[in-house]
């Protein structure tokens, strides 16, 4: 009888819902997560939003970093049909507040207390003129090591904490026939590496003045060259083929075995996980060197679009607090590998690398050694970032000195900004 | 009624194509050459800053890097093709055995898209899959093949890739060239004593020179517009070292937020084509009134 009654009670529910549907708008959703446990992600938002009677129009864009995407969404902006949200990140949802698309989601984010869920880092980046216009679906730690346990058995190395101790290892592990780092030659993996050293070697002080704050006198000490000195010395670690290689190519051969480390974001554990490893006993996470108190984030969000419609502003709401709901956050991050962006939620269904990560993030954001991934798009401009690649991948590639790096560097930036 | 139609009717045929090249080639040409005029960075924004784009345009050392490379692609791009397509077409006009089979084998790369062809280059020249593994399994254990890696020889692979593709056109187009000759000709200088060599170096070449002006044109526009090639065959590595101006154009306009700065680039690559373009056509067309 308790059974029957929930059982009609649930029809009700689901009655009253479908018929708010017709009023409750609809939202167009432009995203780039087309691939496996992305799509997931984004089908399990959609399905919730269908629950509180918003219709999902899928947007889906695909092309890698969303280059495509934006195109599209420029386009759309101008001749004034944006959509009701899109994928924007960092300092471009500046821009685009700037431009006055935004729309001001203050309500939501105040009716559920955004402001003591969020860490104020990624609140942050969130507000325009001090306004919500955008929400974040998950934070991502770029500054990664991640390691073949057995490689390292057999090459008789430690996995390194230090850039010093990385040298040493890594020569040991060549001497014994592997690859020491798997790395894929492409301008924004040559990126996240400099970005590990620049951490590791500069710390998280200097990573702020020079790399987030752009700042010229920052910029042009003898750090930014001692940092092209260590990034210079991995010349050597990396095969003869990687140039052009895929990220995740570069994550099966540690897979595999024939490399024993690589410098990722935490997206790499999703091709350890669809490989069937486990974490400690087949791969292992450790921060990068030098780099184990510092965080660099990398945070995806749905920025907002202004919106004529009623019904599609109410449904824009919908989905805003849908996105901060702990169940959404739980589940996307279980998929993506990244962890919620929310605080104070269960974490009993993520593994250790998410753990580690969790408690990085919390006692980095009180150390100042949480900042902002520049190779990432969350640090500077993509105009400074670009700048930032071209220097990093074009001495990568060849065989300058560091002194010519770090001048290159210098001249770059200062004429992006 | 009638009678108007009749009279009008080709303009009015032609009308929208007119009308559509005027708006999607010159509108935009003026567009992009107003762009780079301004400050715009996401969006078009009608701030005017003078040359200031073309200046930071010149400062940035990973234009000069692309325009470096776009000569060297053209100069042996074209040259190379032609070569290649020019005697590939003498020799399947000397009469032989299964002409047509072999002919659709060189043509057929034509048939291919850019992309696969970069695609399926990037796997042949790759060290650890390619050539140099296919050596050194055989057991030429120092053999060494690794333009593709290497910064400096990284442009000349997309010159092979493209060469490869288009050769097999160029041969057409010759070949068509050479069925047109008059046997005549060749005949009357064969009676006068000249070899097979010297026939087709003083008469049927000369008399081929309008396949020479149709082959170099259409083989500079693919040069000056190739971007697919190198995306998918470098992706404009190792770091940028094989870029050419349309990637870079691609790059600043569209991924790093800088249509001002993409827009002068455009600007200088329809230079770029004038400049080769025009003193050819006018040479070209002056000595033919039609």
Redesign the interface.
């Known amino acids: 009888m308790k059974q029957n009654m929930k059982m009609t009670s649930l029809a009700a529910a689901a009655f009253m819902a479908s018929s708010t549907a017709f009023s409750a708008g609809e939202v167009e959703v432009l995203h780039w997560w087309t691939s496996g446990g992305e799509a997931a992600s984004v089908n399990y938002l959609k399905d919730k939003l269908d629950g509180a009677g918003v219709s999902w129009s899928d947007f889906a864009v695909a092309g890698g970093?969303g280059?495509n995407a934006?195109?599209v969404l420029?386009s759309r902006?101008?001749s004034g049909n944006p959509p009701t949200a899109a994928q924007i990140k960092g300092p471009?949802i500046q821009?685009?507040g700037d431009?006055g698309f935004l729309a001001d989601i203050n309500g939501v984010a105040k009716d559920n207390n955004w402001d003591g869920l969020l860490p104020s880092v990624v609140s942050d980046v969130m507000k325009h003129n001090g306004n919500y216009v955008a929400a974040p679906v998950n934070v991502h730690r770029v500054n990664w090591l991640w390691s073949n346990p057995e490689v390292f058995r057999k090459s008789g190395a430690t996995i390194p904490t230090t850039w010093d101790d990385f040298m040493v290892q890594a020569k040991k592990i060549q001497d014994a026939g592997y690859i020491a780092l798997a790395h894929g030659?492409?301008?924004w993996q040559?990126a996240t590496v400099f970005e590990a050293v620049v951490l590791g070697i500069g710390g998280p002080e200097y990573y702020q003045k020079a790399f987030v704050e752009t700042d010229m006198d920052a910029l042009n000490s003898d750090t930014t060259t001692a940092v092209f000195e260590t990034f210079g010395k991995l010349r050597q670690f990396i095969?003869?083929?990687?140039?052009?290689r895929d990220w995740n190519v570069a994550t099966s051969m540690v897979i595999n075995g024939e490399a024993a480390m690589q410098i990722m974001g935490d997206w790499a554990k999703g091709e350890f996980k669809v490989a069937g490893k486990s974490v400690g006993t087949d791969y292992t996470c450790t921060a990068a060197p030098d780099t184990s108190g510092s965080f660099t984030f990398n945070v995806d969000s749905f920025a907002f679009f202004s919106q004529s419609d009623l019904g599609n502003q109410q449904a824009q709401k919908v989905m805003a607090k849908e996105i901060l709901g702990s169940d959404f956050q739980e589940v996307f991050n279980l998929n993506k590998g990244s962890i919620p962006a929310r605080l104070g939620m269960s974490r009993d269904k993520f593994d250790s690398c998410a753990h580690d990560s969790m408690d990085a993030f919390i006692a980095s954001s009180q150390t100042g050694g949480l900042v902002p991934s520049f190779a990432h798009g969350m640090a500077v401009?993509?105009?400074v970032?670009?700048a930032i690649y071209?220097v990093a991948?074009?001495?990568?590639?060849?065989d300058q000195s560091a002194a010519e790096g770090a001048s290159?560097l210098v001249s770059?930036v200062k004429?992006?900004k | 009624m009638f009678n108007f139609l009749e009279r009008n009717l080709p303009k009015i045929i032609i009308a929208p194509t007119t009308l559509a090249m005027i708006v999607c080639m010159y509108g935009f040409i003026l567009w992009t050459g107003l762009l780079s005029l301004t400050k715009s960075?996401?969006?078009?924004q009608w701030e005017f800053v003078g040359l200031e784009q073309y200046i930071?345009l010149f400062?940035?050392?990973?234009w000069h890097v692309a325009l470096d490379n776009l000569l060297i692609f053209i100069v042996l791009f074209i040259v190379i093709s032609l070569i290649i397509g020019l005697l590939l077409a003498i020799f399947l006009d000397q009469k032989i055995r299964a002409e047509g089979a072999i002919r659709t084998v060189y043509l057929y790369p034509m048939a291919i898209s850019f992309i696969v062809t970069g695609t399926a280059w990037?796997w042949i020249l790759?060290?650890?899959?390619g050539i140099e593994k296919i050596f050194r399994d055989m057991g030429f254990a120092n053999f060494e093949f690794?333009w593709?890696?290497e910064?400096d020889m990284?442009i000349y692979t997309i010159v092979i890739a493209a060469v490869w593709q288009s050769s097999g056109f160029v041969m057409a187009m010759f070949l068509a060239g050479l069925r047109g000759v008059d046997d005549n000709l060749v005949k009357a200088a064969k009676i006068d004593g000249a070899s097979t060599a010297k026939s087709y170096w003083y008469v049927i070449l000369p008399i081929m020179r309008p396949v020479f002006f149709s082959a170099i044109v259409i083989l500079t526009h693919i040069a000056i517009k190739s971007f697919d090639l190198v995306q998918a065959l470098?992706?404009g590595?190792?770091?940028?070292?094989s870029d050419l101006p349309a990637n870079f154009m691609y790059?600043?306009a569209?991924?790093?937020?800088?249509m001002g700065l993409g827009a002068a680039s455009a600007i200088i690559m329809l230079f770029g084509v004038l400049a080769v373009l025009i003193p050819y056509l006018y040479s070209e067309l002056r000595e033919r009134p039609a």
């Not at chain 1, 095969?239 to 052009?244: F, V, Y």
């Not at chain 1, 991948?393 to 060849?398: E, G, P, V």
């Open positions: 970093g280059e934006m195109t420029k902006a101008i471009s821009e685009w431009l030659g492409q301008d040559d095969d003869s083929n990687s140039p052009g401009s993509s105009a970032s670009g071209d991948t074009n001495f990568f590639n060849s290159q770059a004429a992006a | 960075r996401m969006m078009p930071r400062q940035n050392p990973r990037k790759n060290p650890g899959l690794r593709l890696v910064q990284a470098t992706g590595g190792p770091g940028y070292a790059t600043f569209f991924n790093r937020a800088q």
